[in-house]
């Protein structure tokens, strides 16, 4: 057990997976000799070698249309897309290409890839650093989407997503990488180093892709979160002092709608968190099927809160992000309805 | 009229153009065929040099000392049906017979097929009239292993590397025997056993991963080399720029090959190339050797693939090969080239027709005749009728012999996620 940045989680990770299977290849970016603007990839190069990680020309498009080459080959690339907001060029390879490759070609060709994005803002970092497409990915059929909140889980989702014989999209809130983001930002940052999920075990361990988790027991309402937002959620349960179930979905799709169910069907009550902009956001299918599936246990209409319909700004960011007061007054809206 | 809801920004300013006594206005160039339908085809403006005069470099060469490949085309063929020059005598008798029969076979299957969808059987049909050379020799100067990552105009790879003509007319059907489930269109064949990847339909995207499998080849120390295919207006997409910086950054051990077929679907060849001089010559930017060849000339074909590959064996990275080459039909059996291009405009096209030109060298070389050439035509034509007869057993598209309804859901993943073995529950199947 060490503790961790999520930064080092995701490190470790492919580190433990580098070593343990010579067909792991990482490169994006400034990802070789520098390790990644993020630094996530900070010394594989040097342990092991120019061939196994190694820096890209600037094409999105480039980065994936090779890893899906490599992946129909037989080697287990995991590539680094600078940021999210970088994805569009390569959004072609991963939607006729790397989904489809194993269904089309009837498991001739199949495509065990994983693309690492940071995404979400935050940071000050405007439209072209802080968006949240993962809707973009869970309406393409035949690739996964994760969203790790914590070290711990950073670990072990990549390392079931490396493992993974399909593609994945693995989202790294940015916000995240060095702590835990509670929503204000105008207060001090707390490090990983003192949360729990800090702590990431050593070595290999894997946690299975479309497992959530609750992060907080309650009978009031359902929250469900993923990323940074499982923290201001956590921040905005602790100022509204109710007693919310907050759940961590850590993976889009495959989707644990079991846990779901079951706790919405508890609560009668549901909010559902997200950063990225609210229409057609995955907030939307998440409500269509809270609503199939608990009807008749609802007790309040599903309510949803996500950044506006607006380009991630600048200047504004903490009028855009969904911070605490927002899914307060949404949470005290849904126990009053 | 002032509207006081309007606020300025939504007031647009007028679009006049503003004249200057300095220039000229500006117009915008839009490049035109040198022929369109009713004209006399003219192909004046494509320079062919004769067989036999363009040199064959060492394969270590630099892109930049064999510039002038970029732009000439190589030749072996000449008009009395000799082979000539350095390009030539690399293939025995034996070998070129079996190349002309896999034309002949491609040749024949296209016509069958094309029929068969006009009959209703399928959906939809390519074929590769004029153009058969181009795969069908590539085809010989691979190994077993190599990787072909195609677009849907190479079943000469197919036929050349012994896939069996009843899967091809299977998935042409997508019947029960359809190796890919009904999943794909006609002729997007997928066979990972003979060097051929799945055919995606989405053009280009298939360049930059023949990129990635050979630097993949290369990072696990392997032999096996990559071969990309792109038409000639395909290669405007950012792939093909992806493509060729990654291979030219890596040095990957992968043939790039553009079949300039003079047409994309109804637009001329002019528009996808631009103020470049040739497709080829777009390699010499990366400092990728680049050459044109013949693509009707079967030996040429075959001897310009030979050596790209043997670079690529030898470390010593990519080539880019521009196929200079006709499309006799039309794109698909979706469109009518009558409408866009001179309707005799194959028959004037200055390199021929690829089965008539080997058979004729095979003729001048003693090894062939009319007679043997009529002979096994038809018996050729009996091969495919009952590779096509067989297939249709196993049903044709509007049939009742089709893939199921169930196996709409099987391998879009390995293993089947909840939600979609509850939508299958839900389609009852």
Same mark, same amino acid.
């Given at each position: 057990?060490?503790?961790?940045? *999520? ?10 997976? *580098? ?155 940015? +916000? ?61 349960? &602790? ?58 246990? /609802?007790?309040?209409?599903? &309510? +949803? ?33 | *009229? ?21 220039? &000229? ?41 064999? +510039? ?38 491609? +040749? ?203 670079? &690529?064996?030898?470390? /010593? ?113």
């Amino acid at each position: 057990m060490t503790r961790r940045t *999520m930064i080092e989680a995701i490190r470790d990770a492919m580190d433990v997976m *580098m070593s343990r299977d010579s067909d792991v290849v990482v490169f994006g970016e400034d990802v070789g000799y520098f390790g990644g603007v993020f630094r996530a990839s900070q010394g594989l190069q040097a342990k092991y070698g120019k061939s196994r990680c190694f820096d890209t020309p600037i094409s999105e498009l480039g980065i994936v249309g090779v890893a899906v080459g490599m992946a129909a080959y037989g080697l287990k690339p995991c590539v680094e897309i600078q940021f999210a907001d970088y994805m569009y060029p390569a959004y072609d390879q991963i939607v006729s290409e790397a989904a489809r490759l194993r269904y089309r070609s009837n498991g001739q060709f199949t495509c065990p890839l994983v693309v690492r994005m940071p995404t979400g803002g935050g940071i000050f970092g405007g439209q072209t650093h802080s968006q949240s497409p993962e809707a973009l990915f869970t309406h393409v059929c035949g690739i996964k989407t994760v969203v790790p909140s914590n070290p711990r889980d950073a670990k072990g989702l990549l390392i079931s997503a490396i493992e993974d014989p399909d593609p994945v999209i693995f989202l790294e809130p940015k +916000r995240l990488y060095n702590g835990p983001f509670d929503g204000h930002h105008d207060r001090p940052v707390t490090p990983w180093s003192k949360h729990d999920l800090g702590e990431v075990d050593d070595g290999h361990y894997a946690i299975p892709l479309g497992s959530a988790a609750i992060r907080r027991q309650g009978e009031a309402v359902t929250i469900l979160a993923y990323g940074t937002m499982v923290h201001v959620a956590e921040t905005a349960v &602790a100022e509204v002092g109710i007693d919310a179930e907050i759940i961590d979905l850590r993976s889009l799709l495959p989707l644990d709608l079991d846990t779901i169910e079951a706790s919405v069907k508890k609560t009668g009550r549901c909010v559902i968190v997200h950063e990225a902009t609210l229409t057609s956001g995955f907030g939307a299918e998440l409500c269509a099927l809270v609503q199939t599936r608990c009807f008749y246990h /609802l007790e309040a209409p599903i &309510a +949803r809160v996500a950044g506006w319909d607006t380009p991630y700004p600048h200047a504004q960011e903490w009028d855009y992000f969904p911070g605490p007061a927002r899914i307060g007054r949404a949470l005290i809206e849904t126990l009053e309805a | *009229m002032s509207d006081p809801n309007l606020t300025r920004e939504t007031v647009i300013p007028q679009r006049e153009a503003v004249q200057s006594a300095e220039y &000229a206005p500006l117009k915008l160039h839009v490049p035109e065929p040198a022929v369109r339908p009713g004209g006399t085809p003219d192909f004046s403006n494509i320079r062919i040099p004769r067989a036999g005069q363009v040199d064959r470099p060492a394969i270590d060469v630099d892109a930049e000392a064999i +510039r002038d490949l970029a732009f000439s085309v190589i030749r072996v063929l000449n008009r009395d049906g000799e082979a000539v020059g350095p390009w030539a005598g690399a293939l025995s008798d034996t070998e070129l017979l079996e190349g002309l029969r896999h034309m002949m076979i491609l +040749r024949a299957f296209d016509a069958r097929m094309q029929t068969a969808q006009r009959q209703g059987k399928t959906s939809f049909y390519m074929q590769h009239m004029g153009e058969e050379a181009v795969s069908c020799a590539f085809r010989k100067a691979l190994r077993p292993g190599d990787m072909n990552f195609p677009t849907y105009r190479q079943a000469g790879l197919l036929i050349a590397g012994g896939y069996s003509l009843v899967e091809m007319a299977c998935q042409i059907y997508s019947n029960t025997h359809d190796p890919l489930k009904g999943r794909q269109l006609p002729v997007m064949y997928s066979s990972r056993e003979h060097g051929f990847f799945s055919i995606s339909g989405n053009l280009a995207t298939q360049y930059i991963q023949a990129v990635g499998w050979a630097m993949a080849s290369a990072i696990k120390n392997d032999t096996k080399i990559a071969v990309g295919w792109i038409g000639d207006g395909a290669t405007a997409e950012s792939d093909f720029h992806a493509a060729l910086v990654f291979a030219s950054t890596y040095r990957a051990p992968v043939v790039l090959n553009i079949v300039n077929n003079q047409w994309a679907i109804s637009t001329f060849q002019g528009i996808a190339r631009g103020g470049s001089g040739t497709f080829a010559a777009r390699g010499l930017g990366f400092g990728i050797p680049a050459l044109r060849v013949d693509g009707n000339d079967y030996l040429a074909v075959h001897a310009v693939a030979k050596w790209a590959c043997e670079r &690529a064996r030898r470390n /010593l990275g990519p080539t880019l090969i521009e196929h200079v080459t006709y499309r006799v039909g039309a794109h698909s059996t979706s469109d009518d080239p009558a409408g866009y291009r001179p309707k005799t405009e194959s028959e004037a096209w200055p390199l021929g027709d690829p089965v008539i030109r080997l058979k004729n060298h095979l003729i001048v070389r003693g090894a062939w005749s009319e007679e043997r050439h009529k002979q096994t035509e038809a018996e050729i034509l009996d091969t495919v009728i009952a590779a096509q007869k067989e297939a249709e057993g196993y049903g044709t598209l509007h049939s009742e012999q089709r893939p199921s309804a169930r196996d709409m859901f099987e391998g879009v993943f390995a293993e089947m996620p909840p939600h979609l073995r509850r939508q299958r529950q839900e389609a009852g199947v």
